[in-house]
């Protein structure tokens, strides 16, 4: 090995462990590095440590391209007793939410054809304040709205490693329902086209 | 429950009983919320509802709301009166339809329909995961990281030596000393137009009064003081002085020398 | 190696672990009886994971009966490190630094009289801190003043042998550095001053 004849083999999961217990937010490969100095092989190091974590009540998690330690899921009945509830969110709130997640970057107006119902003003707001959602600049298109993506917080929370992870995201893109509508129908005219395949659909099921 | 209740008293049972939405305008996030509530009514795969089946549901239940609010309920009539629109539309023979065709309206709805409903079962599921704060946690009480900054002090050869230049470039007694300039004084002047007005009979130019050969700055400053000295030489009432126009030539003489002021007067009046 | 060969973790001891991780204060056994019902030995499972984490960078310590996790002490030092930023020395703690190599070694009031301005106390240490000026004893005159010299990292941070490098007053007129304020100066003090460094530089010599 290329490492310091004086250091333990270990020495780099013992100082990632280290780091990442004593950090109050999600670290960075770059972050760790920051810390660590020229360490050779962090993420390997830091996948190593994960699974070594796997079955504990402890786990080391990824969480878009940041790294933290939390209790296991099953835990969750020991621990979430004397703690309160996050927020709830409203119907319209996780509605929003998961059009953004899903969508992102999406226009306001983008959300209200979705909704086919105004967005009120507080519901972006609550999901910002959150930290789950924010301002990602403004769409080139007159007016230029202001644009919403979601956080790197918002992966931390829901417990997602990207936004790949999302909830069925494949199956939805793959149906064509992520798509604009226009370009979701024009998909639509022209399989009709080829062998009208809105009856087939009603036959195979 | 109470609110159950009126709910049903607001919107008159339709249909058979079991059909009927016991619930307000105000549990329904707009028109299309209502759409995709009654559309999952029809108990088969959002892909395969009957438009046609689903508009009269809507309509049937609009109708059948006999009071609404209409502030509430705008969205909801607007929504009513396309899709009335749209069955006749749809109703109407192939050939008489318009572009965009029915089909394709009826499209669009189902599609919008299925958007809505995905996004909601997506949240929903979001909100269903291990979320962290709630169902796992972070360590609860960290250490933190902390990183002291210090400074790296740093200044080059250069600097140094240019900061010394400066304190003792600064510092270094200021002497200002105000070189000579050749120049030709007020009284110089006065005594040299007074004499020479004194001994010329006719009018001459200012500047025939300069030494001669006086060029550039000392011209100027000889032109200058020749030009105050003048003024003062006329105030006492020892010159006289002409200028015919802006800009022209000034041209000066000894004080009452001789007639020529009154021909030029005379010159004046005839013109 | 033994780390990686960890044992599987049985409940209570997983639990144990996501309970002490997730509070917030350290825990008593009672604490955290109350927390995993009525397991039959939290003292022992608490030490036999304690024995488990001994070697990591993480470690299960007891503390008057109270137990929590805390980072190996010897990884105290990638938790609170110091970083080193590059920063610019101020016009005044240029100055400074340039009289006292001028002139040292000189006290306060008189490189205020040199700067004809005065020379704030946080200057000098600015100067000391980066390891440039040091006191070097006091001048025995009322007052006895401290007074200042360089330092050899003084030397080597500006490339010179010793402080007979530094250019004189010729060198810096030579080179404009002198940025007179008046030609006329120069006309008049000009030999005056030349003969007399000339002189002084022949003494040195």
């Known amino acids: ?205 | 429950m109470a609110g159950r209740e009126e709910a049903q008293d607001l919107f008159a049972p339709p249909r058979a009983a079991e059909d009927v939405l016991t619930l307000s305008f105000d549990s329904w996030e707009g028109p299309l919320d209502l759409l995709l509530t009654l559309a999952r009514g029809q108990k088969v795969d959002l892909k395969q509802i009957s438009i046609l089946a689903l508009v009269e549901q809507y309509l049937a239940f609009i109708s059948g709301a006999k009071a609404l609010k209409l502030e509430l309920a705008a969205d909801y009539l607007v929504m009513a009166a396309w899709l009335a629109y749209l069955k006749s539309a749809l109703l109407l023979p192939k050939a008489m339809q318009e572009e965009p065709s029915p089909e394709e309206l009826a499209l669009r709805l189902h599609l919008r329909l299925q958007r809505l409903s995905a996004m909601r079962d997506a949240g929903a599921r979001l909100l269903g995961r291990d979320r962290l704060g709630r169902d796992v946690f972070a360590r609860g009480a960290p250490e933190g990281l902390r990183v002291d900054k210090k400074a790296l002090w740093q200044a080059s050869l250069y600097d140094l030596v240019a900061a010394y230049g400066q304190v003792k470039a600064r510092t270094a007694p200021v002497v200002h000393i105000v070189s000579r300039r050749p120049v030709m004084s007020l009284d110089e002047a006065i005594v040299r137009v007074g004499r020479l007005v004194g001994v010329r009979l006719d009018w001459a130019r200012l500047e025939s009064f300069l030494p001669d050969g006086v060029v550039g700055a000392l011209g100027r400053s000889a032109l200058a003081s020749s030009f105050v000295a003048m003024l003062e030489l006329a105030r006492q009432g020892r010159v006289d002085i002409r200028q015919e126009g802006m800009f022209a030539p000034i041209f000066l003489r000894a004080s009452g020398a001789d007639g020529v002021e009154a021909g030029d007067m005379l010159e004046e009046a005839e013109a």
Chains 1, 3 share one sequence.
């Open chain 1, 1 to 205: 090995m290329s490492m310091d004849a004086r250091e333990e083999p270990d020495d780099l999961s013992r100082a990632l462990e280290a780091a990442l217990f004593a950090a109050t937010e999600p670290m960075s490969i770059a972050q760790l590095r920051q810390i660590l100095g020229d360490a050779p092989d962090i993420a390997g190091a830091l996948a190593a440590l994960a699974a070594d974590y796997a079955g504990r009540g402890v786990n080391l998690v990824e969480r878009g391209g940041r790294w933290h330690f939390q209790t296991a899921p099953d835990m969750a009945h020991l621990l979430r007793r004397d703690r309160q509830e996050p927020r709830k969110l409203s119907r319209a709130g996780m509605e929003t939410l998961a059009i953004i997640a899903y969508h992102e970057p999406v226009s306001r107006a983008e959300i209200e054809a979705i909704r086919g119902v105004q967005v009120g003003k507080g519901t972006i707001d609550v999901l910002m304040e959150a930290g789950w959602v924010r301002p990602a600049g403004r769409r080139e298109v007159p007016g230029r709205p202001l644009i919403y993506a979601t956080t790197p917080d918002f992966l931390t929370h829901f417990g997602l490693e990207s936004r790949r992870d999302l909830p069925g995201i494949d199956d939805l893109r793959a149906a064509g329902l992520l798509d604009p509508i226009d370009l979701a129908i024009d998909g639509l005219f022209e399989r009709e086209e080829g062998d009208s395949a809105l009856e087939n659909e009603g036959e195979d099921a």
